[in-house]
Nanobody, 127 residues
Framework: QVQLVESGGALVQPGGSLSLSCVAS????????IGWFRQAPGKEREGVSY????????FDRDSVKGRFTIDRDNAKNTVYLHMNSLKSEDTAVYYC????????????????????WGQGTQVTVSS
């Protein structure tokens, strides 16, 4: 069974740090591009960070650049999202997704390029 499972979501204070994990089962992640997305209450889902299969190239949305880092450990079939200097506006359910497509680090990939999605993990930034 193909599955992506996110974990690591929590309640954290503004300025704090958190790392999310996305573990794949039923398929190997190393040939897939991975994206982290988030959806806040009452808002549309948005892409946060992406990592390609080649050279670890990445794309981050402007609002998280310098604060969030995406990386992957293919041996563990896992992708991570390391989040620092968290802000209240980072509060959302975070999802990971995997897709097979040509990834270019200069462009944000469209959501419909991703084939597999996890169920999400809640991140709440609040004092």
């Amino acid at each position: 069974q193909v599955q992506l499972v996110e974990s690591g979501g929590a309640l954290v204070q503004p300025g704090g740090s958190l790392s999310l994990s996305c573990v794949a089962s039923g398929f190997t992640l190393d040939v897939y591009n991975i994206g982290w997305f988030r959806q806040a209450p009452g808002k549309e889902r948005e892409g946060v960070s992406y990592i390609g299969t080649r050279d670890g190239s990445t794309f981050d949305r402007d609002s998280v650049k310098g604060r969030f880092t995406i990386d992957r450990d293919n041996a563990k079939n896992t992708v991570y999202l390391h989040m620092n200097s968290l802000k209240s506006e980072d509060t959302a359910v975070y999802y990971c997704a995997a897709g097979l497509f040509a990834f270019y680090s200069d462009y944000e990939p469209a959501d419909d390029l991703f084939d597999y999605w996890g169920q999400g993990t809640q991140v709440t930034v609040s004092s």
